[in-house]
């Protein structure tokens, strides 16, 4: 059963500081892992979408890794602001069926002090 | 391309009440997906519909929860004799088919009373 874990759950870093959020999970099969920002009370946004076969998506400030093998990818946000502040999840589609479907880790709670 | 539309946005009722809640996906996805999440938690997968078929249900999605796609538009989500533990964000997303990413709505707040 696929598992996705995000560490740690909740992050306050100065503004303007490089930072990294971690995603793991636990099956290697799958066919793409998605990164989401959810302000609070709101739904979520698509923020980066790695293919497997892919080891990187960039988008600004924002660039996102991908190690299947080893189970993990990582978000890496530059020079971080105040509006960057929200929760981050991570999702992987598994590779087993052909549904589309997510599984979601607990999400990593960002904030960014002025 | 207004995005995943759903409605309402919060939902207050007293436990015991039926409620309903609606999804407009974008238009020209046929997937079309219901999660769950509460508090402090990631979303949790419910149902899934490709066009008007609902090919996968959640064994979080108890007997009280139904879910339609009449004509494989927008998408209905029924819960029945609600308890307290149905309060949770309820949220629907859609997606073209294959491996493309899915696009959520800002989700119905329901409170069970």
């Known amino acids: 059963k696929q598992e996705v874990t995000q560490i740690p759950a909740a992050l306050s870093v100065p503004e303007g500081e490089n930072l990294v959020l971690n995603c793991s999970f636990t099956?290697?099969?799958?066919?793409?892992l998605q990164w989401f920002r959810q302000d609070p009370g709101k739904g979520l946004t698509s923020l980066l979408l790695?293919?497997?076969?892919?080891r990187e998506q960039t988008s600004g400030r924002l660039n996102a890794s991908l190690d299947k093998s080893s189970g993990r990818s990582t978000l890496y946000i530059a020079a971080s602001q105040p509006g960057d502040s929200a929760t981050y999840l991570c999702?992987?589609?598994?590779?087993?069926?052909?549904?589309?479907?997510?599984?979601f880790g607990q999400g990593t709670t960002l904030q960014v002090k002025p | 391309d207004t995005g995943v539309s759903q409605d309402p946005r919060h939902k207050i009722t007293k436990r015991g009440q039926n409620v309903t809640f609606r999804c407009d996906p974008i238009?020209?996805?046929?997937?079309l997906y219901w999660y769950r999440q509460t508090l402090g938690q990631g979303p949790e997968f419910l149902t899934y519909?490709?066009?008007?078929?609902?090919?996968?249900k959640s064994r979080l999605l108890s007997d009280r929860f139904s879910a339609e796609r009449p004509k494989g538009s927008f998408s209905t989500l029924e819960i029945q004799r609600t308890e307290q533990g149905d309060s949770a964000m309820y949220l629907c997303?859609?997606?073209?088919?294959?491996?493309?990413?899915?696009?959520f709505g800002n989700g119905t707040r329901l409170t069970v009373t």
């Open positions: 790695i293919q497997s076969s892919q």
């Open positions: 099956d290697s099969a799958i066919y793409n």
């Open positions: 997303a859609s997606s073209f088919e294959g491996n493309s990413p899915l696009h």
């Open positions: 238009s020209e996805h046929n997937r």
């Open positions: 519909f490709q066009n008007e078929a609902q090919l996968e």
């Open positions: 999702a992987v589609r598994p590779g087993i069926g052909n549904t589309g479907k997510l599984i």
